[in-house]
């Protein structure tokens, strides 16, 4: 890009107006999943496996089809017969094979068979009369057992090229990188520590369930409503697993309570369009929270081993891991990004990863937040905490010493353009909780982390109305407050206030394609086509400038909000504004619009580092987390009070995943611990005010110097609690989540 | 299903003598009802008893005890200008259960009668010598309240009796009572341990003590092995170890999703040291 795209001084962005969402969501009036209705309208339930493997010997529906309520019942058989291919490149397959089990139940909670009926009680009491017998198989549900060569085997024929000659199948794909040689590295180091850890799978948690409404018509044409983080994936994968053409279905998405990562794919959707098309009804369904946790993507849980040596100054001289992910009964656990990540932050000279995609008798794990990072982070992070205090070195400036900056080539290959770890690091050390003093049965955690941010596909339309207001179409669901900031750099270009500019979030028939909103590429991507979008448009109305002054169009510019001229010679005009021209566009050329679609690819990499205090009770093994700062690079803030927002929801998380939340499965394979009750979500009275600081290394790939700030808030969390809950308990906690028994128990090992 | 709500107890006590089926008593319904919107439990018979006269109301009797309704909700026990004063250990139980919305429905009966062994209100009611009014066919009768659990889910009243009143004794001089339990979280959880206690001191000696564990064994447990430990000390550190002791020598827990029997046995020997202090403060006089 040129370097005059780039900007620093801003009227609007950076500024923190009042949310547009706002008095939707406080009075009741936004529409999310589950809000819309239709009439005729039928109701859809799923009938599940209890079984965690088991071979689907006859499905009779018999009994329910010919209940008076019950409209349609539907099966695999009622599926696109998509083809079935190795690892994720058969990833229509995966996600149908997930959506309708075919030969298989592979999870407990896989669904198996559907109805539609004329009310929810009807439809979840018909599911009674289906009779499925199945032929129970073994399962297994731990990583480290599914490698295990006796452990049963989830599908012949998944693992794709990657993998090494000799891995059990449900190995389905491995990464390996880095660069030097490690064991000379080791050789000069005066402490090497190598340790193993272990992660277990959390739910994303988001509050809304899914929950979608569905028309199908047997002409192949349908409507769809649905809460989800991307709407133009699930039409394409609606019409793959349907077999309809993708533009004869509309999607639009609702409003979003939630998603982080966990509504990326399909679930309902597809079985809500199969029963419509076969009843002819449109169709709803909503998931339960039972439903949502046994059979909606929790992140991997993960078995990893870590050595790293040091200098008794703190240099790493070398670094290793090995990262195995279980991603339930399907390809995808994001193995080669825990090992990609793990080691970013740092600047080394030996380093080497190694990841592994694993499947066990799970639910397809989903994306959740920086997918991968979080747990290698844990690792990484706990080894070096134990490396500073064996060597009784300060764990800021041991990272600080190895941080990675511009120009250093990092541990998963390319070479950093500008970035800000230093600069956390620093506001970190600075930051009065970094030396403020510690209570007796308290420690102090540190961590860093990394993640890779991402651009994606992206189309925006942006449309001036005569009153000099302004639309903005985006095709990005708003999961984070985009579209404050879609509104802010919108007013930025245009030079028109905030609230004089509406942001939707169009359905598909609207735009093209769009990605998803995943990857932190929301603010970066979507905010940089609005901002060429709105440029788009401004030249349009400099044209029209310029003809009514009777001038060149490159002797107009736009100034706040105004067309004027360029410069003295250009002619001596008042400046006309914004909503002077839009009055006149039906007869100075029409409407003015603009539009702007590409894959942009400068998201910029990001990096924050967590400061955490933890007081451990040394009778119960009862944590609190009594204070917590994030220091994170955003690169420039849009919404400040969002960006807070983002890096205060990942370290929410991050403690819930840290201390609670865990999918527990019984020896029968069955998920012990499927509603909020027992799945220990941190409630508001368990955190303490999370404090914040914005680090502003701007990213050269945007023009405002934006980098997506959604994901890396809750890569350090793990660790940063490891670390101090290690230190406030004098024993090093290997294991999340460092439940009570779990630290009750370690404090009793450890005497 | 048959939902019924009748305007007497001996009416609501006819209504499940006469049913078949399934039948439920429905109070605050804050376990009825979740049960049967999860389709854990679709009662044949639903017998609403927040219609009968009385069943809202806290009373103090004259010689001190008090009366419960078995429709008065945690909120209103918590706001009760005077109940928290007498038996603070027995209110507080209550008030941990759910949230502010479930308070407002949930009751001292439902909890009992739900049968759960980490019900929070129960050892409290054990250690405080609650009792409860049963009617059935054949009239009423009083019963401890450690009686009425028989293991998970299950009670000791039989086809056709309904629990009719919750009795509180006198809370009497030199009395003071707590509750206790733990949870991973800070609210909005299921007991892991509960440990109510209720002493009362000649001086700075304990006179009487009864500690009651829950969470830990099939049943809400009343321990006097736990009282015996006590009972002639000023609460010590040797008569609190004893305690603890005591407290975990009881426990026949299990292992499950929320603890593990090591840690169950643990933790109920500290929270019993814990809320046998807080008792003894407040059997003082002081305002904990």
């Known amino acids: ?751 | 299903m048959d939902y019924h709500s009748p305007a007497s107890f001996a009416e609501a006590s006819a209504l499940a003598a006469n049913a078949t089926g399934i039948t439920r008593f429905l109070a605050g319904g804050t376990d009825v009802l979740v049960q049967l919107r999860s389709d854990l439990v679709t009662p044949d018979t639903l017998i609403d008893i927040k219609k009968i006269n009385g069943v809202s109301d806290i009373t103090r009797n004259a010689d001190g005890s008090w009366s419960l309704g078995v429709a008065v909700t945690g909120a209103e026990m918590s706001e009760h200008p005077e109940l928290g004063r007498d038996w603070p250990g027995v209110v507080e139980a209550m008030d941990l259960i759910g949230s502010t919305q479930v308070q407002g429905r949930a009751t001292l009966t439902g909890n009992l009668c739900n049968g759960s062994p980490a019900a929070d209100s129960v050892p409290a009611m054990v250690a405080a010598g609650v009792t409860v009014t049963v009617t059935g066919q054949d009239g009423t009768r009083e019963v401890a309240v450690e009686d009425i659990p028989t293991g998970p889910g299950k009670t000791s009243l039989a086809k056709g009796e309904v629990v009719s009143a919750i009795n509180i004794p006198a809370r009497g001089n030199n009395g003071g009572d707590a509750y206790l339990r733990f949870i991973p979280r800070t609210e909005m959880d299921i007991a892991v341990v509960g440990v109510g206690v209720s002493l009362r001191l000649n001086g700075d000696t304990v006179t009487e003590a009864r500690v009651s564990l829950g969470a830990v064994a099939p049943t809400v447990l009343l321990v006097e092995d736990c009282a015996q430990a006590v009972i002639g000390t000023t609460l010590d550190d040797a008569a609190l170890d004893a305690l603890g002791a005591a407290a975990s020598a009881a426990c026949n827990p299990i292992d499950d999703k929320r603890g593990t029997i090591a840690f169950r046995t643990e933790v109920a020997g500290v929270l019993a040291k814990r809320a046998a202090k807080i008792a003894y403060a407040r059997a003082k006089g002081e305002d904990v």
């Not at chain 1, 000279?349 to 990841?355: A, D, E, I, L």
């Open chain 1, 1 to 751: 890009m040129a370097l005059d795209d780039r900007k620093s001084e801003f009227t609007f962005v950076g500024t923190r107006p009042d949310r547009p969402d706002g008095l939707d969501k406080v009075t009741g009036r936004a529409k999310f999943g589950a809000d819309m209705s239709a009439p005729g309208m039928l109701h859809g339930a799923i009938l599940r496996s209890p079984h965690a493997h088991a071979r689907i010997v006859k499905i009779d529906a018999s009994k329910a089809e010919a209940h008076k309520d019950v409209k349609a019942v539907v099966t695999r058989a009622d599926f696109a017969d998509v083809p079935f291919k190795p690892g994720l490149e058969g990833e229509f397959w995966n996600v149908l094979e997930n959506v309708m089990a075919g030969e298989k139940a592979l999870y407990d909670g896989h669904a198996v068979a559907a109805v539609a009926a004329t009310s929810a009680l009807a439809a979840r009491d018909a599911l009674k009369l289906i009779e499925v017998e199945y032929e129970v198989l073994p399962h297994v549900t731990d990583v480290d057992k599914a490698m295990a060569p006796d452990a049963p085997v989830i599908r012949e024929g998944a693992a794709d090229y990657s993998v090494p000659e000799g891995m059990h199948p449900n190995v389905v794909r491995y990464h390996e990188s880095g660069h030097g040689d490690v064991e000379a590295g080791f050789a000069e180091a005066d402490l090497v520590i190598e340790d193993s850890f272990v992660t277990e799978a959390t739910h994303q948690g988001y509050i809304e369930p899914h929950a979608c409404l569905g028309a199908l018509g047997g002409d192949g044409k349908g409507e769809l409503w649905c809460c989800t983080q991307g709407h133009w994936i699930v039409q394409k994968t609606c019409a793959a697993l349907l077999g309809i053409e993708t533009s004869q279905l509309r999607v639009t998405a609702s409003e979003i309570g939630g998603g982080f990562g966990g509504k990326t794919t399909v679930f309902i959707e597809p079985v809500a369009l199969a029963l419509s098309r076969k009843a002819n009804r449109p169709v709803k369904i909503v998931m339960s929270r039972s439903e949502v946790f046994r059979a909606t993507g929790p992140t991997s849980s993960a078995s990893m081993d870590i050595k790293i040596g040091m200098k008794k100054d703190g240099t790493i001289t070398a670094a290793e891991g090995i990262f195995r992910l279980q991603g339930g009964a399907f390809p995808g656990a994001p193995g080669d990004m825990t090992a990609m990540c793990a080691f970013a932050p740092y600047n080394l000279t030996n380093v080497r990863q190694v990841g592994y995609d694993v499947m066990a008798n799970r639910p397809k794990q989903a994306a959740y937040r920086a997918p991968g990072a979080p747990m290698g982070a844990f690792a990484v992070e706990s080894v070096l905490d134990e490396l500073c205090n064996q060597l009784g070195l300060d764990p800021v400036d041991v990272r600080l010493k190895n941080a990675a900056h511009e120009g250093t080539k990092a541990s998963y290959g390319p070479t950093y353009e500008r970035i800000g770890l230093v600069e956390t690091l620093e506001a970190a050390k600075a930051h009065p909780h970094y030396s403020a003093p510690l209570k007796p049965g308290q420690g102090r955690g540190i961590s860093c982390g990394f993640w890779f941010n991402h651009g994606g596909e992206t189309s925006v339309s942006l449309a001036l109305s005569e009153d000099g207001s302004a639309q903005v179409m985006v095709g990005t669901p708003d999961i984070g407050g985009s579209r404050a900031s879609m509104a802010l750099m919108a007013a930025e270009v245009l030079g028109i206030p905030y609230e004089n500019i509406r942001v939707t979030v169009a359905d598909t028939a609207s735009l093209g394609y769009n990605d998803v909103s995943h990857g932190s590429r929301v603010t970066y991507a979507s905010g940089l086509a609005t901002i060429k979008a709105a440029r788009h448009a401004v030249e349009k109305l400099c044209e029209r400038a310029a003809a009514k002054w009777g001038i060149p169009v490159d002797a107009v510019k736009w100034e706040d909000g105004c067309a004027v001229p360029s410069g003295p010679n250009a002619g001596d005009f008042d400046p006309i504004p914004l909503a002077d021209i839009t009055a006149d566009m039906g007869r100075t050329g029409g409407p003015i619009s603009g539009h702007f679609e590409a894959t942009p690819e400068g998201a910029g990499v990001s990096f924050g580092t967590h400061i955490v205090d933890a007081e451990v009770d040394p009778e119960t093994g009862k944590t609190s987390i009594t204070r917590y700062t994030v220091i994170q690079d955003a690169g420039k803030a849009i919404h400040p009070t969002y960006v807070e927002g983002q890096y205060q929801g990942g370290a929410a998380q991050g403690i819930g995943w840290a201390l609670n939340e865990e999918y527990i499965y019984g020896d029968d394979g069955r998920l012990q611990n499927s509603i909020f009750l027992d799945y220990r979500i941190p409630v508001a009275s368990d955190l303490p005010m999370i404090d914040t600081v914005i680090v502003e290394v701007p990213n050269p790939g945007h023009p405002f110097g934006v980098r997506g700030v959604g994901e890396t808030g809750i890569v350090p969390p793990l660790a940063a609690i490891a670390n101090a809950v290690s230190n406030a308990a004098g024993v090093r906690m290997r294991q999340l989540p460092m439940s009570p028994p779990r630290i009750l128990a370690a404090l009793k090992d450890n005497g």
